[in-house]
């Protein structure tokens, strides 16, 4: 059974930084890309970074490009979301979901992707 469970959210301070975790288990982590999305309240969710399979490819929503950056370390299963320059308009409760595809690079839509956490919450005050 795979599972993703998220971590690292919480409350900050707009300015701040918070660096989010998806630990990966029950399928072969290094073979998929990797995708993190958010959903604000009364909001569509959707895609805010995502990393291909090999880790040299990368893509950023418009909004986040230059504050966030995405990685991963695929000998501990992990995915990671490095926040920088937090603003309110961030909050959102943030999901780290595995791509359907082995071997690619990942997609911008929640189709593209098989498997995702519980969510985690950040929050960003004023």
């Known amino acids: 059974q795979v599972q993703l469970v998220e971590s690292g959210g919480g409350l900050v301070q707009a300015g701040g930084s918070l660096r989010l975790s998806c630990a990966v288990s029950?399928?072969?982590?290094?073979?998929?890309?990797m995708g993190w999305f958010r959903q604000a309240p009364g909001r569509e969710r959707d895609l805010v970074a995502r990393i291909s399979w090999t880790g040299d490819s990368t893509r950023y929503q418009d909004s986040v490009r230059g504050r966030f950056t995405i990685s991963r370390d695929n000998a501990k299963n992990t995915v990671y979301l490095q926040m920088n320059s937090l603003k309110p308009e961030d909050t959102a409760v943030y999901y780290c979901a595995v791509s359907m595809d082995a071997y690619s690079g990942g997609g911008r839509y929640e189709y593209e992707y098989t498997y995702w956490g519980q969510g985690t919450q950040v929050t960003v005050s004023s």
């Open positions: 029950g399928r072969q982590f290094s073979r998929y890309a």
